[in-house]
């Protein structure tokens, strides 16, 4: 469940700190009682980037479906990377 904290709690850096860490979800700070910032750990910013990515992935191959774009094979695939990024 996302954690929840007034602005004036950022005072403890530690405190909110290893809250992140524990947490592994993004901080919600509010401020005059109305959400204002967001704080996480690096690993968390890292793991959403991520994961944003692999939509944004996603969403274009599935326009590239939609258009009749030729499908690759899997094998075809790692084999063309593999000759692409392995060293002999």
Known sequence: MPQ???IKDLRNTNEISDLCHKQNEPIFITKNGYGDLVVMSIETYERQLGRAEVYKKL???EEEISQGIPLLEG???FKK???KY???
Do not use: F
């Open 86 to 88: 392995v060293k002999k």
């Open 81 to 83: 990377l593999k000759n």
């Open 4 to 6: 929840i904290k007034p």
């Open 59 to 61: 969403s274009e191959a």
């Open 75 to 77: 094998e075809e695939l």
